[in-house]
């Protein structure tokens, strides 16, 4: 039998006790071995539940049983975890944990300890919620270099988008409607200004390409500014608007990362990607594109996730998961590159005639697709391909009373 | 050093020796060890290539030479495919294969024989070629009961119904450009019959729920039979049709598995998958549907699925991976399901007329959606649903000169 603690009954703690609790055969069989939860740790009381004597509030029982050779962290946030996961891994516990902003801010450290310790430091969850990405990527594709990852990685934003490209709905009740089903929190900043998105793609970047990617080197802008105007107008392009975090090596040995709203074609697989669901597009150079989907988020999907890293760390107490990334830098990420690309406009003035008679005279031998809205007083167009600073002085000369642009993966 | 043999030098087999050959670093840095290609077999020969000295015609060399400590199978085949990996695993060289035949066939016999052998028989590339799919399947969903599988597991197939539906080119036209691609094979049977997606099936369902499926009890259909028309009329309702493999647990123990064309909404993220690539969705009690997408053959992307599973055997040269399924019975699959389901169906007569009022008189208040066509004297619609004997039955009442079916995933 194997003694494991969780520490947190949240959403996703409760998952995680409920399935070892609910289903040991299932873990059972998986493991040749029992799982036994011995302790949950929250400050919160739970009088009522049929595993309540469980609980405990203190964290130094856990850290103090030989007993415990697995500890879940499912509470969330960069402190108090990062001292508990850390005293875990010192002394002799494998960690599992689903805490994106910890693996995101700390990951190298803590995977480092946890090599010296030889105990396993596994964070499925953190990536993806039940989506299996982390392992894959570290197994599967060993035998190819990653060269590029692109991901949709946040459900709430996937969610309030698509309500707004498929029902036409604005952003506030878009948000209002997804704070309702409980997809978006209280206060959804996290979510909506890409911060959550802006950890995982830290991650899946420090696993890819092997080192730590903090999040205050990644530009991150969220969907808060994406109107229904943009939305709809991106649709006559044959287009969708998606939150996308994106991770791409240099020749430089540098890597590109960033998370933005982005262009995307409706001919794209990631644009199928609807509701509160997640995709990560990974590029191996062998493989071409491989996509891993599902519920980014929730309580069951992520627990399971939890769960199976769980029954990983109890089928190789004795071996280490090569799992394994080294400390980031200053210089290692280019915020964005110097690159060609097509990016999506909308320029209104209220001189509409001078406003066409620019954009003829500026655009007119670009061979693009535009519309002109003469109701609207404005042209929405896609670049052809250009470096973004040639683009921004096109844009200047446009003499438009509005203008607003939206990067695009076309 | 691990020396390893491979058995076969065709597609495949020389993708895998390309990237053992000529990425040794990224080997060795995954492997913690580099691996050495000793042998490879093949009947043909290869005297212009950088490593000639390496081909070796007679099996036995392999088989009787200690220092290989594992086998890439990447023949293709049952015979000799069989023996020789059987002889292999007997000998304690872990084998690692990409031949679905000879999983499908043989998979519960080779896994039985490596376990007693202590070494590993792997497989990733037999399903959805560079697609991690099995083994993310086996460990990350290790938490979850897997219900449900379905997938679009041929990639020629999916080419040429991707080629009717998007240019509207007929059934043959697709397939010469398929052939002429490098997609489908001068007899393309295999593919365009279902064989393929079967073998395919058979394997996720043996791994997912535990029992080796013989390809026999699949009922398989291929694509031959779907017409332009058919595609169109599926257009209408706001549908594409794709060739789905689909595995089910059924509450009684067994499952149900089938190989057919099979219309799918254009909401559903299947509809989604273009071209040659292949998708596999599975759905978890916990997780929901996750999917996994990607090219599903070529030459790089299977090699470098097979490259991954060596280099896995590799760094678990006295660990065994968990990977088994049991021997399967003659009554454990159930051809199709007495559940209610909803059938696509095209009815057309001379005496348009009397279809009409037929229809009217026998479907006219299931409230359904319809097209009459009067120009081509017939009627499109999908049934509500109902068990398939009772849709049969009032389709035989229509009364059409012409009528056929086509079952759906709606």
Not at 121 to 145: K, T
Not at 207 to 235: C, M, N, R, W
Not at 324 to 347: H, M, P
Request: glycine share 8%.
């Amino acid at each position: 039998m194997i003694n494991v603690a969780i520490m947190g009954h949240g959403v996703v703690g409760s998952g995680v006790a409920e399935i070892l609790i609910n289903h040991p055969k299932r873990i059972e069989k998986g493991v040749k071995n029992p799982i036994n939860v011995k302790y949950i740790l929250d400050l919160r009381d739970f009088d009522n539940l049929s595993y309540s004597d469980k609980f405990i509030k203190d964290f130094n029982i856990i850290l103090n049983d030989p007993e415990v050779k697995i500890v879940a962290e499912v509470m969330g946030g960069l402190n108090p975890a990062y001292d508990f996961v850390k005293a875990c891994l010192l002394s002799g516990k494998s960690v599992v944990t689903s805490n994106k902003e910890l693996v995101a801010a700390k990951g190298a450290e803590l995977i480092d300890i946890a090599k010296q310790n030889n105990v396993n430091f596994l964070f499925e969850a953190s990536v993806g919620g039940g989506i299996p990405v982390l392992r894959p990527m570290v197994q599967c594709l060993a035998a190819n270099e990653i060269t590029e990852i692109s991901g949709i990685l946040n459900g709430t934003t996937n969610y309030i988008l698509n309500k707004m490209i498929v029902d036409n709905m604005d952003f506030d009740s878009a948000l209002k409607l997804a704070q309702e089903k409980g997809y978006a929190e209280k206060n959804p900043a996290a979510d909506i200004e890409g911060h959550d998105a802006c950890r995982k793609i830290c991650i899946l970047a420090a696993l890819a390409f092997g080192k730590h990617v903090y999040p205050s080197q990644v530009k991150t802008e969220g969907i808060t500014q994406i109107s229904l105007d943009d939305v709809e107008a991106a649709d006559s392009f044959g287009c969708v608007i998606k939150l996308i975090g994106h991770a791409e090596k240099l020749d430089n040995g540098k890597i590109t990362a960033w998370v933005r709203p982005t262009l995307i074609s409706r001919d794209s697989i990631l644009s199928g990607v609807n509701g509160v669901f997640n995709a990560i597009l990974v590029t191996g150079d062998h493989t071409g594109d491989v996509m891993f989907y599902g519920k980014g988020a929730g309580k069951e999907a992520t627990a399971s996730a939890v769960v199976a890293d769980m029954m990983d760390c109890a089928k190789h107490l004795q071996a280490r998961k090569y799992l394994y990334w080294e400390d980031g830098n200053e210089n290692y990420v280019e915020q964005y590159l110097n690159e060609k690309c097509k990016i999506f406009v909308r320029a209104s003035c209220d001189d509409y005639e001078k406003l066409c008679a620019n954009f003829e005279s500026i655009f007119g031998n670009d061979n693009l697709c535009y519309i002109k809205n003469k109701f609207r007083k404005e042209i929405s167009f896609i670049t052809n391909a250009d470096y973004e600073n040639v683009i921004n002085e096109k844009l200047e000369k446009l003499g438009a009373g509005q203008i607003k642009t939206i990067h695009t993966m076309l």
